[in-house]
């Protein structure tokens, strides 16, 4: 498969796995691979790769508690946008990701 890092959506397509691998580990309860999910998010930002909605992907929802790699559902008061996202979630994870507040745990 031919990668080409200019490609429009190849941001999208980066995140995306980044949510199929989180994903992975929450059905796994598997760790060591959440935390390396997040060592390869934090080396991708600190390369350049921005963020996007997407990433919200990574974490626990504050608001609606999906999990890791889950869509959120709907809560009263807190309207879902196309991206199936809370838009607290989003920002967390972008906190989250550049360390500005510690990791919430994916696994209760
Ligand atoms: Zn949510």
Redesign the pocket.
């Given at each position: 498969m031919r990668i080409d890092v200019n490609e429009p959506n190849s941001v999208e397509q980066f995140w995306d796995g980044m949510r199929e691998a989180a994903a992975a580990a929450t059905r796994h309860q598997d760790d060591d691979l959440y935390e390396a999910i997040v060592k390869i998010g934090r080396s991708a930002l600190a390369q350049g790769v921005e963020l996007v909605p997407s990433s919200g992907f990574f974490l626990l929802?504050?608001?609606?508690?999906?999990l890791s790699g889950q869509r959120?559902?709907n809560?009263p008061g807190?309207p879902?946008d196309d991206s199936r996202?809370?838009a607290?979630?989003v920002e967390l994870a972008g906190k989250a990701i550049r360390g500005e507040v510690p990791l919430p745990r994916p696994l209760r």
């Open positions: 929802c504050p608001v609606c508690s999906a959120c559902i809560v807190h879902l996202l809370h607290e979630r």
